[in-house]
T-cell receptor, first 114, second 114 residues
Framework: AQSVTQLGSHVSVSEGALVLLRCNYS??????LFWYVQYPNQGLQLLLKYTTGATLVKGINGFEAEFKKSETSFHLTKPSAHMSDAAEYFCAVSGSGGSYIPTFGRGTSLIVHP | DSGVTQTPKHLITATGQRVTLRCSPR?????VYWYQQSLDQGLQFLIQYYNGEERAKGNILERFSAQQFPDLHSELNLSSLELGDSALYFC?????????????FGPGTRLTVL
């Protein structure tokens, strides 16, 4: 079985500050890992994904994430927060069971203060 | 705009009723995925169709069914509705058949069961 834990249902940062959203996963096989963003009243949008290869993954809007197998983590970072980054962020893992059906975390709401 | 359209945007109905949600994928995409987002369960994968055939099944109740038509649009049918079925239902599409392909999400249908 696979699972995802996102630490902190809400994260608050000031504009210009570092953004760090935490994601830990459990999977019995090498995982595929994803970060999605959901703006109010919209569907999810893929920010980035790790499948194979380089463990530091760069995504859209200046976000990046690093796959750390030893820590079973895939934390999302952005050096400088913008007001427009305020949204809900979801981490997802797939790989177990052969069908690669994704399991999503509960989400982290990013609040950006001026 | 992801290119995925979903109708209707909102649906209010009573317990015991049956509803149909519709999804049109991006032009050229062969896979359609259905997801449910609720406060209780979070974001859950329901079912995937690829070029008209069911490809993967997740936590979809027996009261729910889906199909993908020759023009590639898809419908999710929910019957014998219960209060707990109130949720946002998202459709996503991708060009390939695997979960590692980038999925493009529609804006969702908000279902309220009274």
């Amino acid at each position: 079985a696979q699972s995802v834990t996102q630490l902190g249902s809400h994260v608050s940062v000031s504009e210009g500050a570092l953004v760090l959203l935490r994601c830990n996963y459990s999977s019995s096989v090498p995982p595929y890992l994803f970060w999605y963003v959901q703006y109010p009243n919209q569907g999810l949008q893929l920010l980035l994904k790790y499948t194979t290869g380089a463990t530091l993954v760069k995504g859209i809007n200046g976000f990046e994430a690093e796959f750390k197998k030893s820590e079973t983590s895939f934390h999302l970072t952005k050096p400088s927060a913008h007001m427009s980054d305020a949204a809900e962020y979801f981490c997802a893992v797939s790989g177990s069971g052969g069908s690669y059906i994704p399991t999503f975390g509960r989400g982290t709401s990013l609040i950006v203060h001026p | 705009d992801s290119g995925v359209t979903q109708t209707p945007k909102h649906l209010i109905t009573a317990t015991g009723q049956r509803v149909t949600l519709r999804c049109s994928p991006r032009s050229g995409d062969l896979s359609v995925y259905w997801y449910q987002q609720s406060l209780d369960q979070g974001l859950q994968f329901l079912i995937q169709y690829y070029n008209g055939e069911e490809r993967a099944k997740g936590n979809i109740l027996e009261r729910f069914s889906a199909q993908q038509f020759p023009d590639l649009h898809s419908e999710l049918n929910l019957s014998s509705l219960e209060l707990g079925d109130s949720a946002l239902y998202f459709c996503a599409s991708s060009g390939g058949r695997t979960f590692t392909d980038t999925q493009y999400f529609g804006p969702g249908t908000r279902l309220t069961v009274l």
